[in-house]
């Protein structure tokens, strides 16, 4: 998986969740719950719809790697085989 | 009122009472009165007479044809006539009109324009000062139109039954409205029915203001004394309409012709002017008073107000609530 | 000189026709005296003149046509007219105040006054067409009229007539919805206003949506700022033991089936909340009725703004992996607006949690008719005292805003304590 | 605390009036067959007995005359209590009730009252036929000037009495035939009531019933039977039918939003119409369903049972128009 394909997937599950969002204007490297108004049930709709997309399992001890999109798309592009 | 009066003091009270209904029937033509007028020219002696007899604390219940019996009982004329102009100042604050003049002060019960309404209405009255144990007379006046009515042998009947206070006074004018007495009642001496009732009743001439007042006066002692109620029935008649819009097709020019050669206030003048109790200048004097007197009634009823239509349901209930 | 009008004779005599004159000019004239006749709708009726004096001249000839009440009939010279000449003999008394010719003055009568009150017309400028410029009913309807008052604004709701009962139709108007969508389950086939609602929950435009949920909350917090006496008690709650379980619970659990510390805090309000049943119902008609179950209540906000709290019907019975699943179809059925007007209408106590917004403590407004409402704030790490010596444990604080009408603060404080007990045995929810 | 005892209908009424002539003087009854026979309904048995032909007085059949004569006494200041044996003979007094009781306050300018007070029974039920059927309390409450009480419960019977004595203006106390042997519960420390408000007899949320004397107990069984279906309905009963609590009925209205109107009179120009213009005129936007009405049938009261039966409003049709009306 690329990162181009990762990011992809990302953004596509999170515009479910929040479709008011503009992808180009996310900072990937800042904490994503400070630019998006999610709650903690978002959140985790939000790893279910990716784990389930990319098919990659997201354990509970990497969760805090989603916390920005730059760790959310290193992690795929390293974990989708 | 019943200090003992002088004639000439009667003939001012009957030429009082032509003069504010002559009055009436002008203005009646000039649009200032409405709805109905009842006018008491030709009885004038009846209401004099039989007021003279009673006393301010006794009771009067009267007719639609009430002007005469109202002046008579001492209410103001301007009253009066600003009542007729609908006025607020009128003694019934404009509401009741001609046919219901009320006056607490002088316990006058008001006109009733249902014919022999107020015959139950005096009973009661009288009922409440037979429970009491007062003295007070109430006098009820009623056409002979009203002897047909079921309310006046209930009357009779239950002021005889319970020997109660009232002197039944019938004012036979001989026409109810439009009909002539003998053409509604089979028995047309009319003192049998009340004597049906146990009721002492006596005829009288309605056109001598005088054998009125003697006749009321003794009735009024009588009842007065506990003798129960009393019938009195004074022959007279009216010399104008049953009311203002009446071509009087029922009766002919030559009896009402005949009837004013009896006219109570014409014929008393002529015999006090005779026996030389009364001048030509006394009577043009009376004649300038009555006409002052009722000029003022009716400059008091031009100037009156009319009642604000805020005050529409006033009096409906009482205020101050159940006190 | 004094106009002989033609007089009313009856109050509803209106006009009359001379048949006949019985006096010529020059004759003289005592007040009272018959001087005509006129034929009326009753017959013929006798005119009497009430002046004293000479006719001047005769200005109608009879049996021409009806003349209206008020046509003048002749002209009299009255005493004060004439030059010295010798008095008449009077019948009437000489001095009398001539009466004025009846004053027509413009004041309208009070009847026409109230008419044109009642139909809000303003007379002041208005010109009647009555005697003397006097102004008549009729005008009154014509200024009433002419003034054409706009047409009220047409019924909200839809044009086509459909049969819905009138709250129904209140209702629509104020939801915007249209009526002939809704379908009708009243009476006669008749919407009723339950429908309206229901559709309202379902469909819509989110515009409209919006504002009418504003409107709702809008009425709904006002009231319950207006009739609910609130008293507020926060407490702060050591998570660690929960924390801890939830992570080792977590550890096993697949993404799709990991549990949100909310849903243990959700568990144990409900538990707690059951030890204190006048926590748990409705104020209606001025008395607390207690809920038989634990309907929990969840303040979800709806993205864009609004705010709404449906239930997770009889909560304390479900184990956390169902109250997980029932918030998660909450929220995603809130956010598409396809909840049921039952879930809207029933919980017995909300919670609230503005932990993911950072608050630390919330100080929530109960939700009529409901009695009671806990707030819980953000988790966050904070210094605690274990025996003797401080740690760093994560905390929250939780909060019940509850109705003095119907418990007391010794109430609240033992559902507080029993909140906290049951967080202390996470494996127990 | 005193325990409530129970009475009937008929003796709370019949205290009621001995109560108010021992305190007061000026109070006295007059009427047909009150005194030696006791009263046609036995309201008035012993009264005679104990406060004398003066005070206990019977009437001959003058309906006018007599009502008319209370209506005078009451001018002239004493509180009479006119028993009308039934609103059936009352026609014959409706004018001096109308032309007088009601009228002299206001058309002679405030200074007549006529504080008296009229009692008649009323309503059908006993197979009287048709003149001694009518239900006419709609009438007297048609009439600006009169107060109309309907007392439906024995407290009602027992202190309504003594308000009416106590107001300046004519007040008229219909009791429903039917009533007179029901029982009922009066507290020994009650007293007088008002004859202004109604009275919230049963609570309910689905649906209002709106009812006044006589056809009280019917609604009430309905109401009872209506639960058994799952619907609540409130029962209110006016009490009073002149002056109407209007603001009782709105609130009724718009609990409920479903309202249905009984009442034993006819439904053209009754009270049931004018109760339904309040609601219509004031808790339009609060219906949810037509306003209905369960009243008898338009129809001159017949003597034979099944008829009489199918003619009075009966609990069954309160029921069905308040299923309908929820539609459940």
């Given at each position: 998986m690329t990162p181009e394909q990762a990011r992809k997937s990302i953004f596509d599950v999170l515009a479910d969740i929040a479709p008011e969002v503009d992808p180009s204007t996310v900072d990937d490297s800042w904490d994503l719950t400070e630019q998006i108004d999610l709650d903690s049930m978002d959140y985790l709709t939000w790893m279910v719809g990716i784990s389930e997309t990319t098919g990659v399992a997201i354990p509970q001890r990497d969760v805090s790697k989603f916390l920005t999109i730059a760790g959310a798309v290193a992690y795929l592009v390293e974990h989708a085989d | 009122m019943s200090a003992s009066r002088s004639p000439k003091d009667l003939l001012r009270e009957m030429l009082r009472i032509r003069r504010f209904e002559e009055r009436c029937a002008e203005l009646y033509q000039a649009e200032k009165i409405r709805g109905f007028l009842h006018l008491y020219i030709g009885e004038e002696a009846v209401a004099v007479g039989v007021m003279g007899a009673l006393e301010p604390q006794d009771a009067v219940v009267a007719t639609y044809r009430e002007h005469g019996h109202a002046l008579a009982r001492g209410i103001d004329p301007g009253a009066i006539m600003a009542e007729m102009y609908g006025k607020l100042e009128g003694c019934s604050r404009g509401r009741g009109g001609s046919m219901h003049l009320f006056d607490a002060a002088k316990?006058?019960?008001?006109?009733?324009?249902?014919?022999?309404?107020?015959?139950?209405?005096?009973?009661?009255?009288?009922?409440?000062?037979?429970?009491?144990?007062?003295?007070?007379?109430?006098?009820?006046?009623?056409?002979?139109?009203?002897?047909?009515?079921?309310?006046?042998?209930?009357?009779?009947?239950?002021?005889?039954?319970?020997?109660?206070?009232?002197?039944?006074?019938?004012?036979?004018?001989?026409?109810?409205?439009?009909?002539?007495?003998e053409r509604s009642e089979s028995q047309t001496r009319l003192t049998l029915k009340a004597a049906s009732y146990e009721v002492p009743a006596w005829e009288v001439d309605g056109m001598d203001v005088l054998a009125v007042g003697e006749a009321a006066g003794k009735a009024v002692e009588s009842v007065r004394a506990g003798g129960g109620p009393h019938f009195l029935e004074f022959r007279t008649f009216r010399f104008r309409a049953h009311s203002m819009f009446d071509p009087e097709l029922y009766r002919s020019k030559e009896e009402v012709e005949i009837w004013k050669q009896r006219?109570?206030?014409?014929?008393?003048?002529?015999?006090?002017?005779?026996?030389?109790?009364?001048?030509?200048?006394?009577?043009?004097?009376?004649?300038?008073?009555?006409?002052?007197?009722?000029?003022?009634?009716?400059?008091?009823?031009?100037?009156?107000?009319?009642?604000?239509?805020?005050?529409?349901?006033?009096?409906?209930?009482?205020?101050?609530?159940?006190? | 000189?004094?106009?002989?009008?033609?007089?009313?004779?009856?109050?509803?005599?209106?006009?009359?026709?001379?048949?006949?004159?019985?006096?010529?000019?020059?004759?003289?004239?005592?007040?009272?005296?018959?001087?005509?006749?006129?034929?009326?709708?009753?017959?013929?009726?006798?005119?009497?003149?009430?002046?004293?004096?000479?006719?001047?001249?005769?200005?109608?000839?009879?049996?021409?046509?009806?003349?209206?009440?008020g046509t003048p009939l002749a002209r009299i010279r009255s005493h004060d007219d004439e030059p010295a000449s010798t008095p008449t003999t009077p019948a009437g008394?000489?001095?009398?105040?001539?009466?004025?010719?009846?004053?027509?003055?413009?004041?309208?009568?009070?009847?026409?006054?109230?008419?044109?009150?009642?139909?809000?017309?303003?007379?002041?400028?208005?010109?009647?067409?009555?005697?003397?410029?006097?102004?008549?009913?009729?005008?009154?309807?014509?200024?009433?009229?002419?003034?054409?008052?706009?047409?009220?604004?047409?019924?909200?709701?839809?044009?086509?007539?459909?049969?819905?009962?009138?709250?129904?139709?209140?209702?629509?108007?104020?939801?915007?919805?249209?009526?002939?969508?809704?379908?009708?389950?009243g009476p006669a086939g008749m919407v009723t206003a339950s429908d309206v609602e229901a559709l309202a929950m379902e469909a819509g435009e989110t515009a409209d949506r919006g504002v009418a949920m504003r409107q709702a909350i809008a009425r709904s917090m006002s009231r319950s700022n207006r009739e609910i006496p609130h008293y507020y008690l926060a407490t702060r709650i050591d998570l660690h033991l929960a924390m801890l379980w939830l992570e080792g619970e977590n550890e096993e659990r697949p993404i799709a089936k990991r549990i949100l510390p909310a849903a243990l805090l959700l568990k144990a309000t409900a538990l707690a909340v059951r030890q204190t049943p006048e926590l748990n119902g409705h104020w209606i008609d001025d008395a607390f009725r207690p809920a038989g179950a634990v309907h929990l209540g969840v303040a979800i906000s709806i993205r864009g703004g609004g705010l709404v709290a449906p239930a997770i019907h009889d909560a304390d019975r479900l184990d956390l992996e169902e109250t997980m699943d029932s918030l998660r179809d909450l929220v995603s059925r809130a956010r598409s607006w396809k909840l049921r007007s039952s879930e809207m209408s029933d919980p017995t106590i909300t919670v609230t949690s503005l932990g993911d917004r950072g608050v630390e403590i919330a100080f929530p407004l109960i939700i009529p008719p409901q009695v009671a409402m806990v707030g819980f704030g953000k988790i966050a790490d904070a210094p605690v005292a274990a025996d003797g010596s401080a740690v760093v444990h994560p905390v929250v604080n939780a909060t019940l805003a509850a109705d003095h009408r119907v418990s007391d603060g010794h109430r609240g404080g033992i559902f507080l304590t029993a909140l906290d007990r049951l967080l202390q045995e996470p494996e127990s929810l | 605390?005193?325990?409530?005892?129970?009475?009937?209908?008929?003796?709370?009424?019949?205290?009621?009036?001995?109560?108010?002539?021992?305190?007061?003087?000026?109070?006295?009854?007059?009427?047909?067959?009150?005194?030696?026979?006791?009263?046609?309904?036995?309201?008035?048995?012993?009264?005679?007995?104990?406060?004398?032909?003066?005070?206990?007085?019977?009437?001959?059949?003058?309906?006018?005359a007599f009502v008319g004569a209370g209506i005078g006494a009451?001018?002239?200041?004493?509180?009479?209590?006119?028993?009308?044996?039934?609103?059936?003979?009352?026609?014959?007094?409706?004018?001096?009730?109308?032309?007088?009781?009601?009228?002299?306050?206001?058309?002679?300018?405030?200074?007549?009252?006529?504080?008296?007070?009229?009692?008649?029974?009323?309503?059908?039920?006993?197979?009287?036929a048709a003149q001694h059927?009518?239900?006419?309390?709609?009438?007297?409450?048609?009439?600006?000037g009169l107060k109309v009480a309907t007392p439906a419960t024995v407290e009602d019977a027992r202190w309504m009495l003594s308000t009416a004595l106590e107001d300046p203006?004519?007040?008229?106390?219909?009791?429903?035939?039917?009533?007179?042997?029901?029982?009922?519960?009066?507290?020994?420390?009650?007293?007088?009531?008002?004859?202004?408000?109604?009275?919230?007899?049963?609570?309910?949320?689905?649906?209002?019933?709106?009812?006044?004397?006589?056809?009280?107990?019917?609604?009430?069984?309905?109401?009872?039977?209506?639960?058994?279906?799952?619907?609540?309905?409130?029962?209110?009963?006016?009490?009073?039918?002149?002056?109407?609590?209007?603001?009782?009925?709105?609130?009724?209205?718009?609990?409920?939003?479903?309202?249905?109107?009984?009442?034993?009179?006819?439904?053209?120009?009754?009270?049931?119409?004018?109760?339904?213009?309040?609601?219509?005129?004031?808790?339009?936007?609060?219906?949810d369903g037509p306003i209905k009405r369960v009243c008898s049938e338009e129809v001159p009261v017949p003597y034979s049972r099944h008829l009489e039966e199918a003619t009075l409003p009966q609990v069954q049709d309160i029921v069905a128009a308040g299923r309908d009306l929820v539609a459940r």
């Amino acid at each position: 998986m690329t990162p181009e394909q990762a990011r992809k997937s990302i953004f596509d599950v999170l515009a479910d969740i929040a479709p008011e969002v503009d992808p180009s204007t996310v900072d990937d490297s800042w904490d994503l719950t400070e630019q998006i108004d999610l709650d903690s049930m978002d959140y985790l709709t939000w790893m279910v719809g990716i784990s389930e997309t990319t098919g990659v399992a997201i354990p509970q001890r990497d969760v805090s790697k989603f916390l920005t999109i730059a760790g959310a798309v290193a992690y795929l592009v390293e974990h989708a085989d | 009122m019943s200090a003992s009066r002088s004639p000439k003091d009667l003939l001012r009270e009957m030429l009082r009472i032509r003069r504010f209904e002559e009055r009436c029937a002008e203005l009646y033509q000039a649009e200032k009165i409405r709805g109905f007028l009842h006018l008491y020219i030709g009885e004038e002696a009846v209401a004099v007479g039989v007021m003279g007899a009673l006393e301010p604390q006794d009771a009067v219940v009267a007719t639609y044809r009430e002007h005469g019996h109202a002046l008579a009982r001492g209410i103001d004329p301007g009253a009066i006539m600003a009542e007729m102009y609908g006025k607020l100042e009128g003694c019934s604050r404009g509401r009741g009109g001609s046919m219901h003049l009320f006056d607490a002060a002088k316990r006058f019960y008001g006109g009733n324009a249902i014919v022999g309404g107020g015959l139950p209405l005096a009973v009661g009255l009288a009922l409440a000062d037979h429970l009491r144990g007062s003295n007070r007379v109430t006098a009820v006046f009623f056409g002979e139109g009203a002897v047909a009515e079921g309310e006046f042998h209930e009357s009779m009947n239950l002021a005889a039954l319970w020997h109660l206070p009232v002197l039944f006074c019938c004012e036979n004018n001989l026409y109810a409205m439009g009909t002539a007495l003998e053409r509604s009642e089979s028995q047309t001496r009319l003192t049998l029915k009340a004597a049906s009732y146990e009721v002492p009743a006596w005829e009288v001439d309605g056109m001598d203001v005088l054998a009125v007042g003697e006749a009321a006066g003794k009735a009024v002692e009588s009842v007065r004394a506990g003798g129960g109620p009393h019938f009195l029935e004074f022959r007279t008649f009216r010399f104008r309409a049953h009311s203002m819009f009446d071509p009087e097709l029922y009766r002919s020019k030559e009896e009402v012709e005949i009837w004013k050669q009896r006219d109570p206030v014409e014929v008393f003048r002529t015999r006090l002017k005779a026996d030389g109790s009364l001048s030509d200048d006394e009577w043009e004097q009376m004649e300038r008073e009555v006409t002052e007197e009722i000029d003022g009634a009716v400059d008091f009823a031009e100037r009156g107000t009319w009642e604000p239509i805020e005050e529409l349901t006033r009096f409906v209930y009482s205020e101050g609530g159940s006190s | 000189m004094i106009d002989f009008l033609l007089p009313s004779l009856g109050a509803d005599m209106d006009d009359a026709m001379l048949v006949e004159w019985l006096v010529k000019p020059g004759d003289a004239v005592a007040r009272g005296q018959v001087i005509a006749e006129v034929e009326t709708d009753k017959g013929v009726i006798e005119v009497e003149c009430w002046h004293t004096g000479v006719i001047e001249e005769l200005l109608v000839q009879p049996g021409l046509e009806k003349l209206p009440v008020g046509t003048p009939l002749a002209r009299i010279r009255s005493h004060d007219d004439e030059p010295a000449s010798t008095p008449t003999t009077p019948a009437g008394p000489t001095t009398r105040t001539v009466l004025t010719p009846p004053v027509h003055h413009d004041e309208p009568t009070p009847p026409v006054r109230h008419l044109a009150h009642q139909l809000g017309v303003d007379l002041t400028e208005a010109i009647g067409t009555g005697e003397g410029g006097r102004i008549t009913r009729d005008d009154v309807h014509r200024l009433a009229v002419s003034a054409s008052v706009t047409p009220t604004a047409p019924l909200p709701g839809d044009r086509l007539r459909t049969k819905a009962s009138p709250r129904a139709r209140r209702l629509a108007g104020e939801r915007g919805v249209d009526l002939g969508t809704v379908a009708a389950t009243g009476p006669a086939g008749m919407v009723t206003a339950s429908d309206v609602e229901a559709l309202a929950m379902e469909a819509g435009e989110t515009a409209d949506r919006g504002v009418a949920m504003r409107q709702a909350i809008a009425r709904s917090m006002s009231r319950s700022n207006r009739e609910i006496p609130h008293y507020y008690l926060a407490t702060r709650i050591d998570l660690h033991l929960a924390m801890l379980w939830l992570e080792g619970e977590n550890e096993e659990r697949p993404i799709a089936k990991r549990i949100l510390p909310a849903a243990l805090l959700l568990k144990a309000t409900a538990l707690a909340v059951r030890q204190t049943p006048e926590l748990n119902g409705h104020w209606i008609d001025d008395a607390f009725r207690p809920a038989g179950a634990v309907h929990l209540g969840v303040a979800i906000s709806i993205r864009g703004g609004g705010l709404v709290a449906p239930a997770i019907h009889d909560a304390d019975r479900l184990d956390l992996e169902e109250t997980m699943d029932s918030l998660r179809d909450l929220v995603s059925r809130a956010r598409s607006w396809k909840l049921r007007s039952s879930e809207m209408s029933d919980p017995t106590i909300t919670v609230t949690s503005l932990g993911d917004r950072g608050v630390e403590i919330a100080f929530p407004l109960i939700i009529p008719p409901q009695v009671a409402m806990v707030g819980f704030g953000k988790i966050a790490d904070a210094p605690v005292a274990a025996d003797g010596s401080a740690v760093v444990h994560p905390v929250v604080n939780a909060t019940l805003a509850a109705d003095h009408r119907v418990s007391d603060g010794h109430r609240g404080g033992i559902f507080l304590t029993a909140l906290d007990r049951l967080l202390q045995e996470p494996e127990s929810l | 605390m005193n325990s409530p005892r129970t009475t009937t209908y008929r003796e709370a009424m019949r205290e009621a009036i001995r109560d108010a002539m021992n305190r007061d003087d000026r109070v006295f009854l007059m009427g047909e067959d009150v005194g030696r026979y006791g009263g046609c309904y036995a309201v008035t048995k012993g009264l005679l007995e104990e406060f004398g032909p003066e005070r206990i007085r019977d009437t001959p059949l003058s309906e006018s005359a007599f009502v008319g004569a209370g209506i005078g006494a009451a001018l002239a200041g004493m509180r009479p209590i006119v028993e009308v044996m039934t609103v059936n003979f009352s026609l014959l007094a409706l004018d001096q009730i109308v032309n007088t009781a009601a009228l002299y306050l206001h058309m002679s300018g405030g200074q007549f009252n006529v504080p008296v007070v009229i009692r008649m029974a009323t309503g059908a039920g006993r197979q009287l036929a048709a003149q001694h059927s009518h239900s006419l309390e709609g009438w007297y409450a048609h009439v600006p000037g009169l107060k109309v009480a309907t007392p439906a419960t024995v407290e009602d019977a027992r202190w309504m009495l003594s308000t009416a004595l106590e107001d300046p203006d004519p007040v008229i106390i219909f009791e429903h035939a039917s009533m007179y042997n029901m029982e009922g519960e009066l507290p020994l420390d009650g007293g007088p009531v008002d004859l202004a408000t109604a009275a919230v007899r049963r609570s309910g949320t689905d649906l209002s019933l709106i009812t006044y004397g006589g056809s009280l107990p019917k609604t009430l069984a309905a109401a009872e039977e209506l639960a058994t279906m799952g619907i609540s309905a409130g029962v209110l009963d006016l009490r009073v039918l002149r002056p109407l609590d209007t603001d009782a009925i709105i609130a009724a209205v718009s609990a409920t939003h479903r309202v249905v109107v009984v009442d034993e009179g006819w439904k053209t120009g009754g009270i049931s119409a004018e109760i339904a213009a309040i609601i219509a005129e004031n808790a339009v936007w609060e219906l949810d369903g037509p306003i209905k009405r369960v009243c008898s049938e338009e129809v001159p009261v017949p003597y034979s049972r099944h008829l009489e039966e199918a003619t009075l409003p009966q609990v069954q049709d309160i029921v069905a128009a308040g299923r309908d009306l929820v539609a459940r």
